[in-house]
């Protein structure tokens, strides 16, 4: 069975820098989209960002342009997620996910797996 492992939320004053890395293990298909999802409370889940693992593109939600990064490790089929600037609205559970079937990077139907979640709370 595929596991997803979030890890790097914590807390954090705005302003900060957080760094969220997911470690997939027990693959049955090439991760060809990983990305990233959070949910705050009475919030609907959203994308945060995306990358396609063998043409390195990279997607991110408006919020986060220029203040979040997404990378990752194909030798460790690991993801990261660098966040700077962190500000109080990005507090959340945030989900590593990954799939191999593209239905747009936000769609949940590209995403086969889902990780249990790290939270990040960012405080004003």
């Known amino acids: 069975q595929v596991r997803l492992v979030e890890s790097g939320g914590g807390s954090v004053q705005a302003g900060g820098s957080l760094s969220l890395s997911c470690t997939a293990s027990?693959?049955?298909?090439?991760?060809?989209?990983m990305g990233w999802f959070r949910k705050a409370p009475e919030k609907e889940r959203e994308g945060v960002a995306a990358i396609s693992s063998t043409g390195g593109n990279t997607y991110y939600a408006d919020s986060v342009k220029g203040r979040f990064t997404i990378s990752q490790d194909n030798t460790k089929n690991t993801l990261y997620l660098q966040m700077n600037r962190l500000n109080p609205e990005d507090t959340a559970m945030y989900f590593c996910?990954?799939?191999?079937?593209?239905?747009?990077?936000?769609?949940?139907?590209?995403?086969?797996?889902w990780g249990q979640g790290t939270q990040v709370t960012v405080s004003s």
């Open positions: 027990k693959l049955t298909y090439y991760p060809e989209y």
């Open positions: 996910a990954t799939g191999f079937r593209f239905n747009g990077w936000t769609h949940p139907t590209t995403y086969n797996d």
